[in-house]
Nanobody, 117 residues
Framework: QVQLVESGGGLVQPGGSLRLSCTAS??????????MGWYRQAPGKQRDLVAR???????DYADSVKGRFTVSRDNAKNTVYLQMNSLKPEDTAVYYC?????????WGQGTQVTVSS
């Protein structure tokens, strides 16, 4: 079984910061080769890509978070992080950790991030 465990969500004021973590219960080889991503979904909206980190450490970011969010991974710990700075109310959503490997998507349970004054 593939299992992704997320942590770090919560309530923060605009301009604040949070760091999300996700640890995957997969082999080191799968974690290294696979793409780890962060997606978010607000009520009534579709799930959108926020950031991802691929093989060789190549990263992608949604335009809305560039310059504010940073995705990183620690292959020795099978863990991916999302550092979120300068948070805005528009960032409020459930954030999901994702592993894409061999054409399949695996998802964490989601963690709520609320940005509000």
């Amino acid at each position: 079984q593939v299992q992704l465990v997320e942590s770090g969500g919560g309530l923060v004021q605009p301009g604040g910061s949070l760091r999300l973590s996700c640890t995957a219960s997969v082999s080191g080889g799968i974690f290294t080769i696979g793409t780890m991503g962060w997606y978010r979904q607000a009520p009534g909206k579709q799930r959108d890509l926020v950031a991802r980190i691929m093989r060789f450490g190549i990263t992608d970011y949604a335009d809305s978070v560039k310059g504010r969010f940073t995705v990183s991974r620690d292959n020795a710990k099978n863990t991916v992080y999302l550092q979120m700075n300068s948070l805005k109310p528009e960032d409020t959503a459930v954030y999901y950790c994702n592993l894409r490997y061999s054409g399949f998507d695996y998802w964490g349970q989601g963690t709520q991030v609320t940005v509000s004054s």
